[in-house]
């Protein structure tokens, strides 16, 4: 027994790095600008494909060498990624600065509807798959079971982690980090004083998803398979960790997402698999409703 | 956009504009649309990227030479005017639509004699979904609630009355108003503690409501079937069934008033049906608009802070506006699933419900006539241009984002007729 404990702690944890990466594009955006950017989940799903794409040209032009191979599709798909959220903001979000509070959320919506589509017809709506790049795996004997942890599962925590704290050493020690940081705090103040505050929303976008992009090749490369639809749920599940964890806050999005991906695993390793989702979206509800301001985020105050 | 360079136009400018653009959209559309995944290796599109580049460069350059004359200046402005909301009439103004709905009615009650099954088909779906759109136009619309998981009030409709039959024997007319009633219930259920907080989280609430009751549904093989979805029985007048020959003895629809028996009858009922309920439902929501709660519901969406200094209970009068909503959505799926014969969870999924916002959009926050037109327009367009259905979903982004950012308000203006004050009283 406890060894599917244990291996369902060890895929939580995999998983739950995943999500931490995803839900930092939500908490930044909604630290910056107060909106949740419903179209997240589809600049991951558009990252998978991206990583795909990326694995497939290389292949083709004779490169086998994993480290080459993953070093190329992670710089092409953060790049592309990053300028998919560029563009995005730049299309659907920027003009609508000064509209309603809505204007903004069915923007987000009409973006993502514009990706899934977009990706149906250029791609088909059957579901795509990359190869196995990483074969396999490490074993332990535990009690009267065995855990296994492949060395994908590896890479995807040695890399989920260098990306966090890579980010958060810009977040924290940086000029870009600190405009950042003051554009979240008080936006008025911080162009008051000099910052050009449309170019730090700009920068938030490009950070998110280049989060998402690393994301997309991590998760593309452990379950090899995706379709146009997988932003949806993921995009869904990251934002729970985002709340989870306390939205606006960085450190909040990661531990929301590790333990959101830890609890949906021994969910569905415990008690039912098919609703795995059904838990982790009424887990969402229940913390919203018994701490909305997450665990380490501060409670809201509205301002006039 | 400075005062000095009004006349001249910069074509140079443009040709920046327009070659940026054209390197963006590059790195953009270049690896999806042009590298097509087929196992792992892959098929070459050269061609289609470079017609969305061309496309866009010159969007972009004719967009960026119009937007330096005086009239692009002048829509430019335009859109970066915030709170141009509700116009205003003159207290005595007659609404032109008093012609329109008698005659608007006239027409409803000769139609189902002239049609053909497959119109009065779709005349029926554009009535369901006006009424969708009616109910999230209360949510959405009058309170500014985002509801992105309306869908799920419209499956509980749905599978109330397939699952209302298949266990307890209930009939069209009982599931009616318990379904409007099982809806809002849950409706109340589900927002009371998530209106309590800052407004958008009930979107992200509402969407992961709306997956949960789809994956119930489609997860839950002994009770509801399953993807392969349950029968729904035929509606009844008074009892007298509508088939040709009625089961157990009875007298079907059309012996008993000496009528031929015609096939469509059944389509011909709902459709009444449904046309009354949507009368109803208009009417209701007209007069709710001019109910202190109806004021109240607006008052909300344009300032929260402020309603709740002056003393409103801006949870109760959110959660009167989402309730009606969900409620209005079980009535409609009341008609959908008898109107079928049949439902399964694949029509009710997320774009389903974005459907429904595209119509409130579309439609306008809060225009009753926009939501109607609207309702009908991306229902009926579909079936008439079915080679595009699979850009449908496209569209509907592209329109959503447009109408934000050109008219965030709808197409149709939202006017209210002023007051004066009578005489004798107190100013």
């Known amino acids: ?304 | 956009m400075s005062a000095a360079n009004n006349n001249t136009i910069d074509i140079k400018k443009s040709f920046v504009d327009a070659i940026l653009a054209g390197l963006i959209s590059l790195i953009v559309f270049g690896p999806i649309v042009g590298v097509v995944l087929q196992g792992y290796s892959f098929n070459m599109e050269p061609m289609r990227v470079a017609w969305l580049v061309g496309i866009v460069m010159v969007g972009r350059f004719f967009l960026s030479l119009f937007l330096q004359t005086e009239k692009g200046l002048s829509v430019l402005q335009g859109f970066e005017r915030p709170g141009s909301g509700v116009h205003v009439l003159p207290p005595d103004y007659k609404s032109r639509l008093r012609w329109v709905i008698p005659l608007v009615i006239v027409l409803a009650i000769i139609f189902p004699f002239m049609a053909n099954k497959y119109v009065l088909t779709v005349v029926i779906l554009g009535l369901i979904y006006v009424l969708l759109g009616l109910g999230l136009n209360i949510v959405v619309g009058l309170a500014g609630l985002l509801d992105l998981g309306y869908v799920a009030f419209y499956a509980i409709g749905a599978y109330g009355m397939a699952l209302g039959y298949h266990y307890l024997g209930l009939g069209f007319w009982t599931v009616l108003p318990l379904a409007a009633v099982a809806a809002g219930l849950a409706g109340c259920i589900l927002g009371f503690p998530v209106l309590r907080m800052h407004g958008d989280y009930l979107a992200i609430v509402t969407l992961g409501f709306g997956e949960i009751i789809r994956l119930i549904l489609n997860n839950w093989l002994s009770f509801t079937g399953g993807p392969n979805g349950m029968p729904v029985p035929s509606p009844t007048f008074m009892g007298l069934e509508f088939g040709r020959r009625a089961k157990e003895g009875g007298v079907p629809f059309h012996e008993f008033f000496g009528l031929d028996y015609n096939p469509d009858l059944k389509f011909i009922f709902i459709y009444t049906v449904l046309f009354l309920v949507v009368l109803a439902v208009l009417y209701i929501k007209h007069r709710l608009t001019r109910m202190p709660v109806g004021r109240a519901w607006e008052a909300l969406r344009e300032d929260e802070i402020a309603c709740r200094a002056m003393g409103l209970n801006h949870v109760l009068v959110k959660l009167s506006a989402f309730t009606l909503g969900a409620s209005t959505a079980g009535l409609a799926g009341v008609f959908f699933a008898s109107y079928q014969g049949f439902v399964n969870p694949s029509s009710f999924t997320f774009f389903e419900s974005a459907l429904i916002l595209a119509i409130v959009v579309l439609g306008g926050m809060g225009s009753t006539v926009g939501v109607v037109i609207a309702a009908f327009v991306l229902t009926v367009a579909p079936e008439l241009l079915r080679s595009f259905s699979e850009y449908r979903v496209l569209l509907f982004g592209i329109l959503m984002v447009l109408m934000m950012i050109w008219r965030p308000r709808g197409l149709i203006r939202i006017s209210r007729t002023g007051v004066t004050p009578r005489k004798g009283v107190a100013p």
């Open chain 1, 1 to 304: 027994m406890d060894g599917i404990f244990l291996q369902q702690m060890i895929n939580g944890l995999t998983l739950g790095s995943v999500y931490g990466l995803i839900a930092i594009g939500y908490t930044m955006v909604y630290g910056i600008i107060g909106m949740i950017n419903f179209a997240h989940g589809e600049v991951y799903m558009i990252s998978a494909y991206l990583a795909a794409i990326s694995l497939a040209l290389l292949a083709y032009f004779g490169i086998e060498s994993f480290p080459l191979l993953i070093l190329g599709t992670l710089i092409f798909t953060i790049v592309v990624t990053a300028v998919y959220g560029w563009t995005i903001e730049r299309i659907a979000y920027k003009p609508l600065r000064n509209s309603t509070r809505l204007a903004p959320l069915i923007s987000a919506i009409g973006i993502s509807l514009i990706l899934q589509n977009y990706a149906q017809i250029s791609q088909g709506a059957q579901q795509q798959g990359v190869p196995t790049l990483l074969e396999g795996a490490w074993r332990m004997e535990v009690g009267n079971g065995f855990v296994q942890i492949t060395y994908t599962k590896i890479f995807i925590l040695v890399a989920a982690f260098v990306g966090m704290a890579f980010l958060t050493y810009v977040i924290k020690f940086t000029k870009l980090g600190r405009m950042c940081r003051a554009t979240q705090q008080d936006r008025k103040m911080a162009s008051i004083l000099g910052i050009n505050t449309d170019r730090v929303i700009s920068y938030v976008f490009i950070i998110g998803a280049a989060m998402a992009a690393l994301a997309g090749v991590l998760i593309t490369m452990n379950y090899g398979t995706f379709d146009f639809y997988a932003g949806f749920v993921i995009g869904i599940k990251a934002f729970t960790a985002a709340v989870l964890g306390g939205i606006g806050s960085l450190p909040g999005a990661m531990l929301g997402g590790i333990i959101l991906g830890i609890a949906e695993s021994q969910f569905s390793g415990l008690v039912n698999s098919d609703y795995k989702d059904v838990f982790s979206f009424s887990l969402l509800v229940l913390i919203l409703i018994f701490r909305p301001q997450g665990l380490l985020g501060r409670p809201l105050v509205a301002k006039v």
